[in-house]
């Protein structure tokens, strides 16, 4: 367990933590998109195999959310801007996303070349629309809870996202270093689930309290 740290609220509390990972880490190998052309215009994107991304034993890429123990009819109604799926340099970035049900994704082309956008919902219906070169952003919603929705590029088959719909706004994507925050949490006794795409699911139980953030880790191994 992590040491709890102060939240700066009277009402509400918090949670932050690591999202760890046991094992050997699989290698992130060239896909070799870097020798496409089309692929060579964002020198800054990292183009190697993304699908699990492990630093120093750290797992980045995890969705991290309150799985029980929330009041339904106490959920926040989701007022916010869009969330943001880049394509660029033949890569979806970032490649986990977590947006609410009902919000905005606006998926942007950035590349000299045309790409396709193929999303594969088991809950919510199917999307497969081309975009061609720096077209307009093609905004897409859904309105059903889902963990995760797989985006793909039929054009470029290396290129994937996950992108998590949750009914609730108490959710994190772990970072490269495999740390998560999760903000204005109402006080009370939760299951706290991390999902990864390919590593499948771990839980835990927390308790938080006003005025203070729950700190602690969860493990992966494969």
Avoid at 122 to 135: I, V
Wanted: with cysteine; net charge negative; glycine share 10%.
């Amino acid at each position: 367990m992590l040491e709890a740290e102060p939240f700066d609220s009277t009402s509400l509390g918090g949670l932050h933590g690591t999202i760890l990972f046991q094992g050997e880490a699989p290698e992130r190998f060239d896909q070799g998109v870097s020798a496409r052309s089309e692929c060579q215009h964002h020198s800054g994107v990292d183009q190697r195999a993304n699908a699990v991304v492990v630093n120093a034993g750290k797992l980045a890429g995890a969705f991290v959310t309150l799985s029980s123990g929330y009041d339904k009819t106490a959920i926040p109604a989701f007022s916010g801007d869009a969330a943001i799926l880049d394509q660029k340099g033949c890569m979806y970035v970032p490649r986990v996303l977590g947006v609410r049900v009902g919000q905005t994704i606006r998926v942007t082309n950035l590349d000299p070349a045309s790409h396709n956008v193929h999303t594969k919902g088991k809950r919510n219906r199917e999307a497969n629309t081309t975009m061609g070169a720096k077209q307009t952003p093609l905004e897409l919603v859904f309105e059903r809870p889902e963990l995760p929705i797989p985006f793909k590029c039929d054009i470029h088959p290396w290129m994937g996202a996950a992108v998590f719909v949750e009914e609730h706004p108490w959710f994190a994507v772990s970072d490269e270093a495999g740390a998560f925050r999760i903000r204005d949490v109402p006080p009370g006794e939760y299951v706290v689930q991390a999902i990864h795409e390919g590593l499948g699911k771990v839980s835990g139980s927390v308790k938080v309290a006003a005025g203070s953030s729950t700190g602690f880790t969860l493990s992966f191994s494969k």
